[in-house]
């Protein structure tokens, strides 16, 4: 049966019964509980608390390092955390402490590895918890353990390991403290799993992530109900295990970044959450990490960098600071409730624009926004009556009146909170009926009785729902994804051949049918259906159908995909494509004089990197990289090649993949000068791996020109990006990319 895995969880930070401190609880929903930020101190400057505090926050995020609490062996000082713990209190701010980091002590300083090392990180980590026991301290498990923080390099295997060891010895020790983890860089499905199938969600209270990205916030939303699934697949029955965001920020020095779009990131980051069901959200950072106006790491905090003595207030605020403060001043008590689903002129786009319900007691207010870069304006179903608007920021907006059961307004990507004047009869009813659906939601094909909603074909399902309160029409909408989907990929065209590749996620045996219809007249060489026939176990299919090359280099098809015996699902796609250019002609000399592989980024890094003809019309990437800022663009010399004509919606390349961890990204330039970086995902694998990127720049980063976002036509490709930041390694690693794609609609 198709289930929801957004319940609400409501709790306390700590209840007593019968005179026994009972087990401290996670925050609960209602702003501002959860809300606040990493810091990077243990004694706070003279009035820095004070300022922190009054953006509303009540909880931090601090690191709490194993090699300054532990100088000699088994010796254990816990004073600075005294004064910081003591401090926070003193606030009503309650600390996440971070159990991170390795000792010089144990295991040549690296992370532990050993079992000496682990069973010293395990008695650290419980004296700790011990120390400060019943105080509604939570207990993080290191920090993101699958990037480079985990020394020498990432190793899930003696992750778990630690993890399990420091599980046991909490719950045995100190069975009331709060235990969470892994707090992994992004929602890194595959490392999630491995700490999940491993038993860790028998001893951890919440999952933590830390969700970057330099896409909008509401792209979190898909993520998070894929991360819930997995979480109740493997959970201990009836174990109810929450997702915390405990790290994600915005820096307001990324590429078409700046601190009036970092304030609307963080506003629309904490709405997006709450509609989650997260019930922390910590915005990293609190303050500026230095003034370098070209390195982001300095530039995520929501106030200015530098600090003034005796000065009210003693740092300078940036929008993100405003719009934490406005938020929690704005929706101070109240609790999400639910969605209202409004008509847009962008259909394709699910929730979009966003009104959210909020409510404390009988009063109810709305946060109102939408993503597209173009205002939108929109009709909310209500009860007549005026409505205060608050920006974001705190402005007061002019009054809003609504007639005929319909407020209507323009909206934009920056959130407006709307107040209503007196009691709004409609709105105030609507929070009464269940919530039926969320933002969106996954459900397992395994489990999924009723076929006449899903099979593993479907991308996803939406159902919505529509009722009348007083005159006034609201509807509610869900959206679906399976748990388990057959995804086929874009195809690619390769030495005559078109390749169409199948990522078959659960690893469930299917059967069935690929057929291609010309469109624009190249032929087939066959025009049969192919058999498609994947082996339980079997995670990928790779299929070749031989064509007659196009004559202008570009295809057009159809391309559709059905289940044996069950003809009536049936997944069909039409689309236009073309090469940007094919890899496989070039020998060793030519493809220099066409091609290059280019190291950028801090020139002080140093880098190794060549191309050359790979196998199968690829073409091979060799490259190494010291630590720090490093990335490599594979770019065209051929300007004939970077053209791009008309409009294409995306890029489609396959890869050979080298599992260093290392991302994926392309750019791309408009006819306005604007350069747009759109990013892709990690090669976390070695083995084949398809990326698409989105050309309409929707969800990437740009800069030079306008710097307004909108791609303007005609658009030319720039490069394919190797971004290996800040990671290390001794040996090189090696790459083949095939032909990149350009995929139009019909």
Known sequence: ????????????????????????????????????????????????????????????????????????????????????????????????????????????????????????????????????????????????????????????????????????????????????????????????????????????????????????????VEEYAKLRWLIDHYAPEDKHIPILSAEWGYSSAWGSYNDDIQGKMLARQWLINLACDIPISIWYDWHNDGTDPKEPEHHFGTVDFLYHNNREPVYDPKPAYIAAQTFNETFRGYQFIKSLYIESKYPENDNNPFVFLFKKGSDVQLAVWTTEKEPQTIVIPCSNGTFNAISYLGKELPELTSTNNELTLTVTDEPVYLIPKSTNSALSQVVLFKRRYDLAQFFPSRQCDDEKFFNRLSQRLVMDITYEIE???????????????????????????????????????????????????????????????????????????????????????????????????????????????????????????????????????????????????????????????????????????AQMEDKPQMLALRIDADGSGNSIRIRFRDNQGQTFQVNGEKMNRKGMQYFTFDLTGKNSMCWGGPKDGVVHYPISFDSVIIDGTRKASDSSFQLEVFSPVLVYDM
């Open 1 to 220: 049966m198709i289930k929801s895995f957004f319940n609400i969880f409501f709790i306390t930070i700590m209840t007593t019964l019968d005179g026994i401190a009972q087990k401290p609880t996670l925050p609960t929903a209602i702003v501002p509980d959860g809300l606040g930020y990493n810091i990077h101190f243990t004694d706070a400057k003279e009035g820095e608390l004070e300022m922190l505090a009054g953006s509303g926050a009540t909880i931090v995020r601090m690191d709490f390092g194993w090699s300054s609490t532990e100088r000699q062996k088994g010796v254990y000082n816990f004073a600075a955390f005294e004064r910081l713990t003591d401090a926070l209190e003193k606030h009503k701010i309650r600390p996440l402490y971070i159990l991170d980091y390795s000792n010089r002590n144990y295991d040549e300083g690296l992370s532990p590895y050993s079992p000496e090392g682990r069973a010293a990180f395990a008695r650290w980590a419980t004296e700790a918890a011990l120390h400060f026991k019943d105080r509604g301290i939570i207990w993080e498990m290191y920090n993101e353990p699958n990037i480079h923080f985990w020394k020498p390099e990432p190793n899930p295997d003696d992750y778990i390991l630690l993890a399990l060891e420091v599980g046991k010895a909490m719950r045995k020790a100190a069975p009331n403290e709060l235990y969470i983890g892994p707090a992994t860089s992004e929602i890194d499905f595959d490392f999630l799993e491995k700490c999940f199938k491993a038993g860790l969600l028998e001893y951890w209270d919440a999952v933590s992530v830390h969700p970057y990205r330099q896409k909008p916030p509401e792209t979190v």
């Open 471 to 641: 005159g006034a029409k609201f509807k509610e909408k869900g959206v679906f994804y399976p748990a388990y989907p057959l995804k086929m990929s874009v195809p690619m065209i390769e030495n005559n051949e078109l390749i169409v590749h199948f990522d078959n996620t659960g690893g469930e045996a299917f059967s069935g049918k690929l057929l291609l219809e010309d469109v624009s007249g190249f032929q087939l060489r066959t025009n049969k259906p192919v058999d498609v026939h994947l082996k339980s176990g079997e995670f990928q299919g790779l299929f070749r159908i031989p064509i007659i090359p196009s004559t202008n280099g570009v295809y057009s098809f159809t391309r559709s995909i059905t289940e044996n015996n069950k003809d009536h699902f049936v997944r069909k796609v039409t689309q236009r494509f073309c090469l940007v250019d094919d890899f496989s002609k070039y020998d060793a000399t030519t493809l220099l004089d066409n091609w290059d592989i280019m190291p950028e980024g801090d020139s002080t890094v140093a880098s190794a990197q060549s191309i050359e003809p790979g196998k199968n019309g690829a073409l091979k990437v060799t490259y190494q990289f010291d630590e720090g800022w490093k990335f490599l663009r594979l770019t065209p010399k051929n300007q004939t090649f």
